[in-house]
């Protein structure tokens, strides 16, 4: 014996969504991700031994204070690790150590007066701190002095 309801059939209550087109007319942006992501790492590196300069020689109007150990540390790993970053040389172990050393900024010199980046003047810190924590977890990307030496040794490149 068959119950009632096995005969009938669920009605759609929605039309199905239709990711599968939208999703196909924006994968023409997958072309992109390699030169967009080496000018990211560019820009985002550049800026970063920019203010390694500011600290270590005094350029852009100097900053205040960067005669003391910690902050000369602290200028000559951004102007180092921000040129390694920026063209793509020892990227992995330059963003490590780069994010690093902002997040111990951030917790050093920000987060006593707030804890809150707003509120302390610590978006910055926060900032290339997670941007190179990316960086070290992406790696180098394809357009980069390492993915050059990677091709010349003939071991394969890895893909993201």
């Not at 970063?48 to 270590?56: D, E, I, T, Y």
């Amino acid at each position: 014996m068959q119950c009632c309801f096995a005969e009938m059939r669920p009605q759609r209550l929605h039309r199905p969504l239709k990711l599968d087109s939208l999703t196909s007319a924006m994968n023409f942006l997958n072309r992109f991700t390699d030169p967009v992501y080496c000018l990211m790492r560019l820009i985002f590196g550049l800026n970063f031994a920019s203010h390694g300069g500011q600290l270590v020689l005094g350029m852009f109007g100097g900053m205040p204070g960067s005669d003391k150990p910690l902050l000369q540390l602290c200028g000559w790993i951004c102007l180092v690790g921000g040129f390694l970053i920026a063209f793509g040389l020892l990227t992995r172990l330059a963003a490590f150590i780069s994010s690093g050393t902002m997040a111990v900024a951030y917790f050093m010199a920000h987060a006593p007066h707030s804890f809150f980046p707003i509120a302390n003047q610590g978006e910055r810190a926060v900032f290339y701190s997670w941007v190179f924590l990316f960086i070290f977890f992406y790696g180098p990307g394809r357009w980069s002095i390492d993915a050059t030496f990677r091709r010349k040794s003939g071991s394969p490149a890895p893909t993201a």
